[in-house]
Nanobody
């Protein structure tokens, strides 16, 4: 069984910084893309940033230059460093990964974390 466990997040004032991290555990054969999505109240879930298994990172335009995504393949972790935070960054942040489980190596499946709250006060 595969699961994603998130940590970090919290409350910060505008202009501040936060870091959220996620570790994938369980019976994993390999991991393709990893990253973060977010969902603000009353809005659809949106991509924040995603990184491939050999690098290559994509960011939402709204976070470019402020957020940095990093990945440690040896530890199956992905982290999002968030700087110059704005009130509009307030959302539940969800870890995402495309994982090929050992139980079925035919194709990668999408997995989601439980979500962690990030609140930016003005």
């Amino acid at each position: 069984q595969v699961q994603l466990v998130e940590s970090g997040g919290g409350l910060v004032q505008a202009g501040g910084s936060l870091r959220v991290s996620c570790v994938a555990s369980g019976s994993i054969f390999s991991i393709n893309g990893m990253g973060w999505y977010r969902q603000a109240p009353g809005k659809q879930r949106e991509l924040v940033a995603v990184i491939g298994n050999v690098g290559g990172t994509d960011y939402a335009d709204s976070v470019k230059g402020r957020f940095t995504l990093s990945r440690d393949n040896a530890k199956n972790t992905v982290s999002l460093e968030m700087n110059s935070l704005k009130p509009e960054d307030t959302a539940v942040y969800y870890c995402y990964a495309q994982i090929i489980p050992r139980s079925d190596r035919r194709y990668a499946r999408e997995y989601w974390g439980q979500g962690t709250q990030v609140t930016v006060s003005s």
